[in-house]
């Protein structure tokens, strides 16, 4: 995966603005071998409202193979409660059924032996369906050297209701839907 962004403020308006590309390329093995390549390009606009902050933006999926493109439109709020950092974002589909995903993540930095280690959760529901997706749960460390961070991460992933049900009956989901263990370690260069 990689990933080049602009965060800048906008002269006239004041809104924070956020541009990002991002390439990701994976390899599975689960009863036969898949491999993927797919290039998401998003803008997003957000605005301090006072009792949150309010986000609109854009996402284009770029597959890189037969399977047609897709885009969103994201809009939420986000904001510190209680000393977690919440936000609830829907997305919905503007192209082929228009159907929406939201997703409330919850966040929070905590001290360790002097380190910082940053935990996140994040639940996944499709709002058509009216089922839970995934719950998400991860935990990262930030290591500063000059102008750039390394992060080493890892996460789980559990599947439920509708990628449960997408497994039992064999639907058309494209790679595994089964709970899943990711880590890696993630850098970035702040220009």
């Given at each position: ?59 284009h999926y770029n597959p890189f193979n037969?399977?047609?493109d897709s885009q969103e439109i994201a ?36 001290d360790v032996f002097g380190k910082t ?75």
């Amino acid at each position: 995966s990689a990933e080049v962004g602009v965060d800048t403020v906008c002269p006239l308006t004041g809104l924070d603005l956020d541009f990002n590309a991002q390439y990701n390329s994976f390899h599975q093995v689960a009863g036969g071998t898949a491999a993927a390549d797919r290039l998401i390009l998003s803008a997003f606009a957000s605005k301090d409202l006072g009792f949150a902050k309010a986000h609109l933006g854009y996402l284009h999926y770029n597959p890189f193979n037969k399977a047609d493109d897709s885009q969103e439109i994201a809009f939420g709020l986000s904001r510190e409660l209680y000393g977690i950092n919440t936000s609830l974002t829907y997305f919905w589909d503007i192209e082929g059924d228009n159907q929406g995903y939201a997703e409330l993540a919850l966040g929070k930095s905590y001290d360790v032996f002097g380190k910082t280690i940053d935990l996140n959760a994040a639940v996944g529901y499709l709002v058509e369906e009216g089922e839970l997706s995934h719950v998400t749960l991860s935990a990262s460390h930030d290591i500063a050297f000059g102008n750039a961070t390394l992060t080493p991460y890892i996460a789980h992933v559990w599947e439920l209701d509708d990628l449960e049900q997408s497994i039992a009956t064999g639907s058309a989901v494209v790679g595994s839907q089964e709970n899943e263990l990711i880590g890696g370690v993630r850098l970035s260069v702040e220009f």
